[in-house]
């Protein structure tokens, strides 16, 4: 049944874009028509995932290319093959030679462990110097005087060990989440 048109810059309902039949909805597995093709699906998910592909995919001379993974699966196990026609389906690889060169891919990479770099060698600073950030310490904020309405003076260290420029002159600040006084209470001092 065809969904009824709709103005332009009207969307259809959901209801009418989705087909209403779940079969319709579902990937169903491909069915062998023929004893090679059975033979081709006998070796697994794999061989049926890079079928349905390949056939999305427009790739011509399907059957041969199926005869030659069923002859292959005399060399290989079927574990492999499949293994194979599933990275081929989800790569997109359907050229002549391609099962066979995944094939070897995988028998040559299987065994070998991963490298990985060990940290001695990083030039990664790491995060020891960040293990103080915002802990209070005596020496953060001076005292401000009672008498007088001075800004207190934020020496608070960046990562780098470098100080903060918190007091601008002029510029309102935010109360600062390790010091115990609201900065923006406070007038900047005189210059």
Known sequence: MKPPATGAGSPAPPSLTTPTNRRARTRTAPKATSAEEAAFLA??????????EAGAAGVRRIKAKMAEAVALSKLY?????????????????????????????QAVHEQAEPAR???????????????????????DVTDVSEGENKMAVDTHTTPAG??????????????????????????????
């Open 162 to 191: 470098r100080p903060r420029d918190r007091g601008r002159t002029g510029t309102p600040h935010r109360r600062c989440p390790v010091c115990p006084v609201s900065l923006g209470a406070l007038k900047a001092p005189p210059t």
């Open 77 to 105: 196990s079927a574990a492999e093959i499949d293994r194979a026609l599933g990275t081929a389906a989800v790569t997109g690889r359907f050229a002549e030679k391609d099962l066979l060169s995944i094939l070897d891919y």
């Open 43 to 52: 070796l697994g998910p794999g061989a049926a995932s890079w079928l349905i």
């Open 117 to 139: 770099r060990s940290e001695n060698h990083s030039l990664q600073p790491g995060t020891s110097t960040r293990s103080t950030f915002g802990i209070p310490t005596t020496s």
